[in-house]
């Protein structure tokens, strides 16, 4: 079965520290990645996704993220955090073999400390 | 242009009350898609519709809960008799239907049952 894990609830991070945001996937056939930013009052946005090619995947604002295939892993990065970049990261993946559905973490609530 | 649009943005109602909540996805998105998200939390897959296949409503709650989308456009989320627990904010979405593209959420509709 399809699955996405996000194992932090909460990430705090100082403003200009590099911030991680991290996700773990489970899918039966090649995984499309995708990360997700909700600020509050506002529904879903999409920031970047993982498709094929390149490993290291750059998205908006300044984000990126790393394809591990051997770690099925999907961890959001950024070097320099901004304070304005605190808000609820969600992590989905959707299986090639299951392109229907959409497969999300529960989400990380990222605080950046000013 | 113009994204996903739902509407109320807020609805308040009684115990006992059907509300409708109405989404406009993107034009020439397939794929529509319904969530709902309690406060601060993860995302509760609804239902799901796909062109003219018949939808996938396996994550609706209860019978209480229906979705129709009419013209492969414009879908409403129908809850009768509502009850406190039905309380959330209702997410929609939409997307293209080839698996490696996004979805595009509108702000949700924050229901209150009092």
């Known amino acids: 079965a399809q699955s996405v894990a996000q194992p932090e609830d909460q990430v705090n991070v100082a403003e200009g520290n590099p911030l991680t945001v991290k996700c773990t996937y489970s899918?039966?056939?090649?995984?499309?990645l995708f990360w997700y930013v909700q600020y509050p009052n506002r529904g879903l946005q999409f920031l970047l996704k993982y498709i094929t090619g390149d490993n290291l995947v750059k998205g908006s604002y300044g984000f990126e993220a790393e394809f591990n295939k051997s770690q099925t892993s999907f961890h959001l990065k950024k070097p320099s955090a901004l304070v304005s970049d605190s808000a609820l990261y969600f992590c989905?993946?959707?299986?090639?073999?299951?392109?229907?559905?959409?497969?999300f973490g529960t989400g990380t609530s990222l605080t950046v400390i000013p | 242009g113009a994204g996903v649009s739902q509407s109320p943005s807020n609805k308040v109602t009684e115990k006992g009350k059907d509300v409708e909540l109405r989404c406009d996805p993107i034009s020439g998105h397939t794929a529509l898609y319904w969530y709902r998200q309690s406060l601060g939390q993860g995302l509760e897959f609804l239902i799901y519709?796909?062109?003219?296949?018949?939808?996938?409503k396996s994550g609706l709650p209860s019978d209480r809960f229906s979705a129709e989308r009419t013209g492969g456009s414009v879908s409403t989320l129908t809850i009768q008799r509502t009850q406190q627990e039905d309380s959330a904010v209702y997410l929609c979405a939409s997307s293209l239907s080839t698996v490696n593209q996004p979805q595009h959420f509108g702000d949700g509709t924050r229901l209150s049952i009092l």
């Open positions: 519709f796909q062109g003219n296949s018949a939808p996938d």
């Open positions: 899918v039966s056939g090649n995984p499309y």
């Open positions: 989905a993946v959707r299986d090639m073999y299951d392109g229907n559905q959409f497969y």
